[in-house]
C-alpha cells in the first residue's frame, strides 16, 4: 500500500531518488526471520544523510547480527513531507518501506543541535507521540546517538534511552537486551537498557542540574563508551543514486585528538587516540573502489595528518591513485602536520584544493585557544604547497574566541594576504563563529551576541580584496548556542518552535530566527542566561554525562587559555593528566572484578 502511494508522488517532488532505495549494496533480509527490527533515523535529507559514515558503520555493525534487520530513514525534504501528509503516507524505512511506527526500534542520530526540530518532525510524520512518557508498548523504543548526546538534557524528554560515546559494541548489546525483554512493560525493557554502560534513561532523571537518578539503582554519572578496536572495514558501501553531499570514499584512519584545541568538543569527547591499521585501511580503500566507481578517497579523522604512519600510507596511495586516476583527500588537514610527502603526493592524479584550519589570526589568540600554530608554520607550508603545484587553498578561522579583540581580527586579513602574495589563483575564507560547547575547556566562556558579530564582519570585508570571504550565519549559531548549553528546560522553547513548524533548521535558506525569537518569548526562556559565561565551580547540565576527561583538567585548561599559554600533545610529550586513560583502566579493572 505505501509503496503505491509512494510512487504516485515521485513526479511530483524534487530528486525522487531520494525515496525508491533499491540501491547496490543495500540489505534486505526475510522479516520472518527477524526478531528485532530497526530503523535508523539520520534526520537530514538523504545526500546529506548516506555521506555520513557512522550511519554506515551501524547499519553494518547490526546487519551482521542474524536476527537484527536495520533499515535506513531519511528526512523528507519539504515537497515530499507535504505530499506524504496530504495522502497519509507515514515515514517509512528506505529498504523495505514499512511505516517506522511499526518498527521496534527508531535510533536517531544526533550530529548537530540545529537538527533537533528535525527530530521532532519525523516522529510527527511517522506517527509516534513526541514524548518518551506518553509511549505505549505498542510504540517503538526511540534511541539518540551522536555527538550530541554529551548534553542531551535540551532534547532529553523525546528519547526512551539515549547512547553517550562510541556504538560499535553498545548497540549489539542494546539489541540483545530488547530481544530477550520483548514483550515485558516498557519501563521493565528501559530499567534493563539503563544497566548497559554508556546508556542513558531520561525518564529516570530528575530535572536538577545536573540531573540526578530517581532511584538508587540508577547510576548518578552515565559513563561514555570508548570502542577500543576501530579495525573494522566498510567493503561493501551502498552505491547511492543520486550525488552526495561528500561524493567519495571516506575510510576512517583513526578515531580521536589530542591536540586539545580548547574549542573543539570532538577532540574532548572522542579521546583517546585510536589508529587504525595501514594494512587495513589499504584493504579498505582497494576492496571498496572496486565495487563502488568512486573517483575520490577521504582519509577521515580529527586530524588524519597525525596518524604515526601517514606519510607511509599517503605514498601508497600515490601509486594507486596515479594507476586508477584517482584523488585522495585529508578533509583535516593541520599546518604544523603537513610535511614536503603531503603536499607533493595527497592530491594524486586528480588534485583538488588544499584547505587548512589556522582558527585564530594572531599567535596570542591561537595560544589561547591552543592551536600552536606559528606564522611561520602558516607562510611555510603555504609555500610548500604551492611550489608542488597546488592553486587553490581554503581557510577556516572562527570568530567570537574567548579573549578576541580587533587586532586578533585585522590578523585574519593579514593571512589572507599573505596567502594571495605566495601566489594562490584562489584564495577562500570560511568564518565560522564561536559557540562554547559542554565538556571543553570552553564550556566556560561567553558566547558573544549578534552586535559583535557584525562589528566583527565589517572588519572582515577587508580581506574580501585577497579572497572570497564566506561569513556563517550568526543568528543560526545563537540557536545552536542555547540548545548546545541548555538544560531541560530549553524543551520548551524546542516544542514550541516545532509547533510553528520550524524545520530544516541547519539549511541557511529555511532557518527562521523568528520562529526561535518566539518561542523563546512564548516560554519565558531568556537566552542570555544560556550564551553567558559560567563560574567553573558552577553545576552544569551535562555533569553526569561522564565523557572520561576530568572537569579539573578542563578548569585547568581555561584557566591557562586566559593567560595564553599552551598545553603540548600528549602523544608526542607525555601525559597531561586530563583523565580519560585512568578512566580506562578503572572501567577495565571494574569489569575484570564484576566478571570474577
Known sequence: ?????????????????????????????????????????????YEVGMSNLGLAIIYDVLNEMEYV?????FMPWIDMMNLMKKRSIPLFTLESKTPVKNLDVLGVSLQHELLYTNVLKALELAGIPLLAEERSNADPIILAGGPCTVNPEPIAPVFDAVVIGDGESVV?????????????????????????????????????????????????????????????????????????????????????????????????????VREKKSSSIFFEITKTLLCTGYEEIGLLSLSSADHSNISMIIERLKDLSETNLISVSIPSTRLDAFGITLANN?????????????????????????????????IKSLEIAKKHGWRRVKLYFMIGLPTETDEDLEGIVSMAKTAKKIGFEHVTLSIATFIPKPHTPFQFAEQKNLDYFKHAENILRQAKKFAKVNFHNP?????????????????????????????????????????????????????????RSRSPHESLPWDHIDTGVDKKFLISEFEKAMRAETTPDCRWNGCQACGVCNSIVKNTLEKHAESH
Not at 515521485?10 to 547496490?24: F, H, M, S, T, W
Not at 548518578?220 to 567519495?248: F, W
Not at 599567535?363 to 600552536?372: A, G, H, S, T
Request: glycine letters at 6%.
Open 69 to 73: 534487520w536495520a533499515e535506513r530513514v
Open 1 to 45: 500500500m505505501i509503496l503505491r502511494k509512494i510512487h504516485e508522488i515521485l513526479n511530483d517532488v524534487e530528486k525522487p531518488a531520494r525515496y525508491i532505495g533499491n540501491e547496490y549494496n543495500q540489505i534486505l533480509k526475510d522479516p520472518s526471520k527477524i526478531r528485532l527490527r530497526v530503523g535508523l533515523l539520520f534526520p537530514d535529507v
Open 475 to 531: 543568528s543560526m549559531s545563537l540557536i545552536e548556542g542555547v540548545l548546545s548549553r541548555g538544560d531541560r528546560k530549553v524543551f520548551s522553547a524546542l516544542i514550541k518552535a516545532h509547533q510553528m513548524n520550524a524545520c530544516f533548521d541547519s539549511w541557511e535558506n529555511i532557518f527562521d530566527q523568528e520562529k526561535w525569537l518566539k518561542s523563546f518569548e512564548l516560554t519565558g526562556l531568556q537566552v542570555e542566561k544560556y550564551l
Open 172 to 272: 549489539q548489546e542494546i539489541s540483545k537486551c530488547l530481544i530477550e525483554t520483548k514483550g515485558a512493560n516498557r519501563k521493565d525493557r528501559l530499567k534493563a537498557l539503563s544497566q548497559i554502560e554508556g546508556v542513558y534513561i531520561p525518564m529516570f532523571y530528575d530535572n536538577s542540574t545536573p540531573p540526578k537518578p530517581i532511584s538508587h539503582d540508577i547510576p548518578e554519572r552515565v559513563r561514555r563508551r570508548i570502542e577500543q578496536n576501530i579495525e573494522r572495514q566498510l567493503t561493501k558501501r551502498i552505491i547511492p543514486h543520486i550525488q552526495l553531499v561528500h561524493d567519495r570514499i571516506s575510510v576512517e584512519v583513526m578515531r580521536g585528538c589530542t591536540r586539545g584545541c580548547r574549542f573543539c568538543q570532538a577532540g574532548f569527547v572522542y579521546r583517546p
Open 346 to 378: 595527497v592530491g594524486g592524479a586528480r588534485r583538488t584544493g588544499l584547505t587548512f584550519a589556522p582558527e585564530a589570526g594572531t599567535q596570542r589568540l591561537r595560544n589561547v585557544i591552543n592551536k600552536d600554530i606559528s606564522d611561520e608554520d602558516f
